[in-house]
């Protein structure tokens, strides 16, 4: 699937998202899964979630994994987080 512009448009439930994560094209497919891309990865970096709360925190994640971002505060492992000393 190609990435175009109206996919935004499209996922009004995602909107509130897309500004933290402008580099990911996201869509819902029939079996009713989000699911999010980042464009121009090598390999192609693709994440799915039950709703666009789920879908957030997969791509927050796979950012994490690919070095691309660090984790904000509250996040499992971090300093401040719940049950961990901080």
């Known amino acids: 699937m190609l990435y175009s512009e109206d996919m935004a448009d499209r996922n009004p439930d995602w909107w ?14 029939v ?5 999010a891309r980042l464009n121009g990865s090598e390999p192609q970096l693709m994440v799915r ?6 879908l957030r925190d997969q791509v927050r994640a796979a950012e994490l994994r690919a070095g691309t971002c660090e984790p ?15």
């Not at 079996?31 to 699911?35: C, E, M, T």
């Not at 904000?72 to 901080?86: F, K, L, T, V, Y």
């Open 49 to 54: 979630g039950e709703d666009v709360v789920d």
């Open 16 to 29: 509130p998202y897309a500004a933290e994560f402008p580099n990911w094209a996201v869509w819902r497919e």
């Open 72 to 86: 904000g505060p509250g996040w499992p492992g971090r300093p401040g987080a719940a049950g961990r000393p901080g």
């Open 31 to 35: 079996d009713r899964l989000y699911y």
